[in-house]
């Protein structure tokens, strides 16, 4: 399977433990994306890489996140100090911008995501 | 602000009907993309839209695009059961995707 993959698909910790996803994108993709769903709602952007370099980080992502894409393939993303807040499903998606009739798109594949509750 | 609005939020419709799914949004963008999530699953990607006046037909499934009127509709003809799932419009803004809330469609026998 080639596509996007993301571990642990479900995490279940304590309030103020601290937690780290991983996502492997697929293999020719440069851009990664981090984004946050909760129940009833659409993917929350939170942040981007560009190869390794982490280019945009959205308002909603406070100091207890950061994430990491070292040597511009897989990437990490770390919660520390959970609040019950932060249960959601962290997705994962991948892409390589692309060129149609002159125009640059920038479709995303997701990974399966994971599922964070927090206690 | 930037927003993505879809409507409706919940759709049941009988099989064999049509229907349309709206989403407006309120910044200038030519780049729009339709995804379907299934109930647990993650985001698959539908449709790609890149210019004004865009139309894009997969099966049951036709999505268009109005930059002018930041608009896109996804139209469901004549509805089947594996059809229902939540689908999503989203908004590319200088790398930053908005995503609407999703529209939770369910088809009925």
């Known amino acids: 399977d080639t596509g996007v993959s993301q571990d642990p698909r479900h995490k279940i910790t304590k309030r103020g433990q601290n937690v780290t996803f991983r996502c492997d994108p697929i293999?020719?993709?440069?851009?990664l994306y981090w984004y946050r769903q909760t129940l009833g709602q659409g993917p929350e952007f939170l942040t981007y890489?560009?190869?390794?370099?982490?280019?945009?980080k959205s308002r909603l992502l406070s100091d207890r996140f950061s994430a990491e894409r070292p040597k511009g393939s897989f990437s990490t993303l770390e919660i520390q100090r959970t609040e019950q807040g932060d249960s959601a499903m962290y997705l994962c998606?991948?892409?390589?911008?692309?060129?149609?009739?002159?125009?640059?798109?920038?479709?995303?594949?997701f990974g399966p995501g994971t599922r964070l509750t927090v206690l | 602000e930037r927003k993505v609005e879809q409507n409706p939020l919940f759709l049941s419709m009988q099989e064999g009907k049509n229907y349309t799914i709206y989403c407006n949004y309120s910044?200038?963008?030519?780049?729009l993309y339709w995804y379907r999530q299934d109930p647990g699953k993650s985001l698959e990607s539908l449709f790609v839209?890149?210019?004004?006046?865009a139309v894009k037909q997969e099966g049951r499934l036709m999505a268009s695009l109005d930059t002018k009127a930041r608009l896109s509709t996804l139209h469901i003809t004549a509805a089947v059961h594996d059809l229902s799932a939540t689908y999503f419009c989203?908004?590319?803004?200088?790398?930053?995707?908005?995503f609407g809330a999703g529209t939770r469609l369910t088809v009925k026998p």
């Open positions: 839209l890149l210019s004004n006046g």
């Open positions: 293999s020719e993709h440069n851009r």
């Open positions: 998606a991948s892409s390589l911008v692309g060129l149609a009739g002159g125009q640059s798109y920038n479709e995303q594949f």
């Open positions: 910044t200038t963008s030519d780049r």
């Open positions: 989203a908004v590319d803004i200088t790398n930053d995707m908005r």
């Open positions: 890489f560009q190869n390794e370099a982490q280019l945009e």
